[in-house]
């Protein structure tokens, strides 16, 4: 006899799930007993965290690797308040998972138990509500399939995020019959946003008629990526990516001006201006403070602006453009590139004689400082390198402060000729820029991928928070290249007191030789404390070895990252 574990994991299955990421407990272990059936017929298989935000990041990792949804549980109480902050930059960044945490028994609602977190103790479910797109309690067996579908159809809607479930003990251990899960899924997934026939016809009117349109990739832009690229080729029309937009457009392509937006490039900005835009059409972006460089009414946000998106939320902060499209960037593109006569696909493709140099086509903060491999290791001039070194198909993620801001600007992007337009490998977890993101969602990644390297680079300051989280790799022998930017600094904070004047408190770390921490986890590890070191370093061997290696990386603490629109925000000066 099956219980509801095994429904909800016969589900996960036919939806293409290899992975639910989580920490075993007392209220969630009828889960893990399905999982270990599962695990035994070599059906999903637990991936044991250190800490449930872990697990939530690593899910998210997975949903952005494989554009499936990603599976995260925990046990009542601590557990379920140990997810909410990594389910809540799922909810921010738009990224479909499911949430599963326990609840105590039923009959012991009220009572004490241990961990309780029922609406008459710590009421976890309220807690989820304001991050998740789905939250429901499910008291009865006979609720748990509908909700499950449910939950599934929010995920994966055209407002992506965390759905969540609260499951208590006796519930998720009641038997179910063996012919149980065989709801037709296709009424809850594969949903699609067709545009209106008149929106279609005012975007081709105004793109048709004008001469000069810089053109705004967004994250949610990808699935047209080919599209927008030959139309941009075709007409000649600049080409700017927004921070989480990065990694859809290779950095040497002649029209690609950089990113717009938080720790951007002025080329992009530029290409932004009046001067050199009739129209700026920007396709899958929220249009939040990241993406607009604080709000930049001489940019992106005026009535030049034609905003299409598949997300009707992003819309929302449209209400000075000229035109908005809600519909899926593909569905709405298509018919644009027919009517006038674009071909996709076959358009500019670098090469190595191109990755040799920097863009000469985007504007770099210190470009010198890119190629300065003496003294103390420049983070402009370790990006770039890496950069250059790691095989185009490398998964990158950047963790929250420094490592974003020096990746956003820095990292160059080599797409391959074979690679799918619609798929990007460079990650940022943005909207709610929680520290230590990138080292959870890299295991993620890395769960996911089976023929690339993943490369987390991450600070000190989020590593001390979450780098334990590295031994789960060493247990599932990933191929992930943790590198730690090590300044003995929370080094963002730190440049942010400078910048705007504030008091020099809070930002410093004592010294760690975090190579050594890692080589008592028996993980490969190296300290880099000059670029000499880095170069004679064979980056290539350790990418192809199966299981993590860290790279301890002293940088210099006095380079000022490129954080000038956070700065203006920050400071009041938008």
Known sequence: ML????????????????????????SIEPFYNALARSERRGGIKAVISRHETGAAFMAEGYARE?????????????????????VASAYADNIPMLVISAQTSLDRFGQGSLQESSCTSINTMEMFA????????????????????????YALGNQPGPSHLGIPLDVMRHPVSEDSSHQNLRAFTHH??????????????????????????????????DILISLAESKHWQIV???????????????YRGVFGFAGHQSAAEALKTANADLVLVVGSALDEVSTSGWDTTAILSDRLIHISRNPEHLTRSTMARLVVLGSPKLTLTPIADALGIETGGGFVSTTEHHTQLPTQIQLDNREGCENFSGKIKPQALMTYMSRECPSNARVLMDSGNSFLWGIHHWNIRRNEDQDPSKKFFHIGIGFSSMGWAIGASVGVASAVKSAPVICFTGDGSYLMAGQEITTALQENLNLLMVVLNDSALGMVRHGQSLSGGE?????????????????MGIESYRIETMEQLLSLDLGAI????????????????????????????????
């Open 504 to 520: 020099p408190i809070g930002n410093r770390l004592p010294v760690i030789r975090y190579a050594d921490m890692a080589e008592a």
């Open 241 to 255: 990516t927004t921070p989480r937009g990065k990694g859809i457009v290779d950095s040497y392509h002649p029209l």
């Open 192 to 225: 699609d946003v067709a545009p209106s026939p008149d929106a279609t016809q005012l975007l081709l009117k105004e793109l048709s008629s004008a001469s000069k349109v810089t053109v705004v990739l967004g994250e949610g832009s990808a699935e047209a990526a």
């Open 3 to 26: 219980e509801n574990g095994d429904l909800i994991i016969r589900y996960l299955e036919r939806l293409g799930v290899e992975y639910v990421f989580g920490v075993p407990g007392g």
């Open 543 to 574: 990418l192809q070895r199966s299981g993590p290696c860290l790279l301890d990386v002293l940088v210099d603490s006095n380079e000022i990252p490129p954080m000038g629109s956070r700065m203006k925000v920050l400071t009041g000066a938008v």
């Open 130 to 153: 304001r991050c998740t797109r789905y939250n429901t309690f499910v008291s009865h067996t006979a609720q748990l399939e509908t909700k499950l579908l449910q939950a599934v159809s």
């Open 66 to 86: 494989t554009g499936r949804l990603g599976v995260c549980c925990s046990t009542a109480g601590p557990g379920a308040t140990n997810l909410i902050t990594g």
